[in-house]
C-alpha cells in the first residue's frame, strides 16, 4: 500500500516534468524538426506537437485509470503499471530534449547522449519484463501442504 502512494506521486511529479519540458521543446522548435544529425528526416512542428500529446495523454491515463480500476485486483501490479509509465515518462522526457539540442544551433557531442536514450530504454524492458518474472515467482507451488 506504503508502495503504491509513493508510485503515484512519482508517477504524478513525472507526468508534470515530461509536460514542462515537452512545452518548453516545443516552444523552442523550428517549423520543420530535424531527426537525425544530417536533418534527412524531418517532420512538421504541429506534427510532433499532436504525436507527443497523443503518447502522453494515452500513457499517463492508463495510469491513472488503472490506478483507480484496480487492475488485475493486486497493489503489486498497480505499482508495476505505474512504474512502466513513469520510466516511459522518463523516455519520452530525454527524447523531447535530445530533439530541441538536435535542432538547436549549439555545437554537442551526441555519443554521450546515446548512453542516456538506450540507458532509458533498458530501464524500461527490464521494468516491462520484471511483471512476468514477479507473477511467475508468486505462483502457488503445485504441492499441496501436509
Not at 513513469?86 to 555519443?111: G, H, P, R, T
Request: charged share 10%.
Amino acid at each position: 500500500m506504503v508502495f503504491s502512494k509513493i508510485f503515484r506521486v512519482i508517477w504524478l511529479l513525472s507526468a508534470l516534468a515530461v509536460l514542462t519540458a515537452f512545452l518548453y521543446t516545443y516552444a523552442s522548435l523550428p517549423e520543420e524538426v530535424s531527426l537525425t544529425e544530417s536533418g534527412s528526416a524531418t517532420l512538421s512542428r504541429d506534427l510532433i506537437f499532436y504525436l507527443t500529446l497523443a503518447v502522453l495523454g494515452m500513457a499517463n491515463t492508463a495510469a491513472f485509470v488503472a490506478g483507480r480500476a484496480g487492475a488485475h485486483g493486486t497493489e503489486a501490479f498497480k505499482v508495476w503499471f505505474h512504474g512502466v509509465i513513469i520510466f516511459l515518462n522518463a523516455y519520452l522526457l530525454v527524447s523531447l530534449q535530445f530533439v530541441s539540442l538536435l535542432n538547436s544551433n549549439e555545437k554537442f557531442d551526441y555519443a554521450r547522449i546515446g548512453t542516456i536514450i538506450y540507458g532509458s530504454v533498458l530501464v524500461l524492458v527490464l521494468w516491462l519484463l520484471s511483471w512476468p518474472v514477479y507473477a511467475l515467482l508468486q505462483r502457488p507451488s503445485s504441492k499441496g501442504t501436509v
